[in-house]
């Protein structure tokens, strides 16, 4: 073997060695960081307040959001210049 090919064989170890160990880290960082997620609890103050205090519950009623509805079904086609008439400024 010559050296430029023990050096190029090395030099490729050494590459593959320090991508090891890159994937390596980012694993363990992600372990750890899945490992040390603890989520904080709400408090449930408002609700319990609703409960107790009438002046915290909201006085709006019901609304129905269909309301004020009018279907609008399909038409048929029109002649478009009709259409472009009725909707001129002048008429």
């Known amino acids: ?9 090395t030099t490729f170890t050494n590459q593959v060695t320090f991508m090891k160990i890159h994937i390596l880290m980012g694993a363990s960082a992600l372990g750890l960081g899945a ?15 609703a409960v107790v205090n009438t ?5 709006i009623s019901y609304q129905d959001p ?7 079904g399909p038409t ?16």
Not at 37 to 46: F, G, N
Not at 66 to 72: E, F
Not at 76 to 91: I, K
């Open 1 to 9: 073997m010559s050296l430029a090919q023990i050096l190029r064989e």
């Open 35 to 49: 490992c040390a997620y603890e989520p904080t609890p709400l408090p449930s103050v408002a609700t319990q307040q």
């Open 55 to 59: 002046a915290v519950s909201s006085p």
């Open 66 to 72: 269909l309301a004020g509805y009018t279907y609008r």
């Open 76 to 91: 048929g086609p029109r002649d478009w210049r009709s259409v472009n008439q009725e909707q001129t400024e002048g008429n």
